[in-house]
DNA sequence: CCACATCTGTAGCGAACACTACAGATATCT
DNA sequence: AGATATCTGTAGTGTTCGCTACAGATGTGG
């Protein structure tokens, strides 16, 4: 018995162009139309790697995830939880208006209130955001353990503070913020985790 | 000459429950059978008053600059920049959360990012963000007039900082945040608020 | 009461949507 | 080489989308 006739694309460059569109328009301004003209290939090969528009997108969150993941692994591995914080803040004011992706953030311009029928998809968005933060947040108990935090300090809340940071930045990128102004914003909030971090 | 059969409808009340849906679905997941059903009117009806669904939208945003108008005029009366701040944040932090409308802000979840053809919709929403953002920045610009901010305070970025916690909150409002995680955002985007006044 | 202007409800328009049937192509395994 | 399994491209499928034609209803102005 044979293999069958193998795949004539590349997953994982699909995959990199289907983000970039999500990305762009969210998930329901995008057409199977354009996702298939940005990874240059048919509809049926698309539905046979992916199984569907749903599909696609968790596909490719987790793409973005994996890529995520290596990126936050260096934030983490900053010395102390303030340089964790302005780490993570500044690099994401870079990494919103960096011109080789769309602005913002999948996680966020992919949607956050969707039509019926695809109520999953800002659930799965909000799922991978909560990661973030619970990788902040673990640091940060990580931290008060080493006394690099005080005992009165809340992980929770300094995680769920820089996560709500961030998504703001989301926001404001999308409507054309600069880099300057969001690393602005980052300078602004690092202040409040160094007061924080103080009590 | 007649004028007409006069409108069946009271259109303040049909734009209130058309924002509702905008509010929950985004623009893109809201159908005009969603519209009509929570208008209670048929499609022709909602043709002659607003035009198209991006004219309801519209027309729905208006009502709720309206709205946001006398509420935003409560916190610039108060009596200083730190206490405009911390009304703006708080009054936010449950607004957002409150069980009469969907979580979040219809500018936020109205739609950051939206498909061809519809591209006018992010951009109105964001004008109507920044209008918010205008009216914190004025503020602090009589606060520094008034020697109640020092010299060395930047207005603009104090608003944007504001504008981006705020936005930040959406986001986590409509992925379930409870009011009580809110206000803790609240709270300590104060502390940097009150930072950098003092610098 | 009549002419007119506008609204309302029914019913359905063309277009775009996510998705797929099918036939031919291309690999593997024996 | 032959049988088989999977992919690819063409060309659609049924459904839902935003929107509207039309006819009847209901008000105003003369």
């Known amino acids: 018995m044979g293999m069958g006739r193998p795949r004539a694309f590349d997953a994982d460059a699909a995959l990199d162009r289907a983000m970039d569109v999500f990305w762009r328009h969210g998930y329901e301004g995008t057409t199977i139309a354009q996702l298939t003209e940005a990874m240059s290939i048919n509809p049926p090969s698309l539905y046979a790697a992916f199984g569907s528009k749903e599909g696609l ?13 290596a990126w936050m692994d260096k934030v983490l591995n900053a010395q102390t939880a303030h340089e964790v914080a302005e780490r993570f803040l500044m690099e994401h004011a870079d990494a919103q208006t960096d011109p080789a992706n769309p602005p913002g953030c ?6 956050l209130a969707c ?6 998809v800002p ?8 990661r973030t933060e619970d990788q902040l947040r673990e640091r940060f108990v990580r931290a008060k353990a080493e006394h690099d935090l005080g005992e009165n ?21 999308s409507s054309g913020a600069t880099r300057e102004t969001l690393r602005e914003i980052a300078a602004v909030s690092l202040k409040a985790f160094e007061e924080q971090t103080k009590g």
Request: hydrophobic letters at 40%; charged letters at 25%.
């Open 153 to 173: 300090v809340d992980p929770a809340t300094l995680a769920r503070y820089l996560s709500a940071v961030t998504s703001g930045m989301c926001v404001m990128a």
């Open 123 to 130: 659930f799965e968005l909000a799922a991978r955001r909560t």
């Open 115 to 120: 039509g019926t029928g695809s109520e999953n």
């Open 106 to 111: 999948l996680l966020v311009q992919g949607g």
């Open 57 to 69: 997108l968790k596909a490719a969150l987790d793409r973005y995830t994996e890529k995520r993941d």
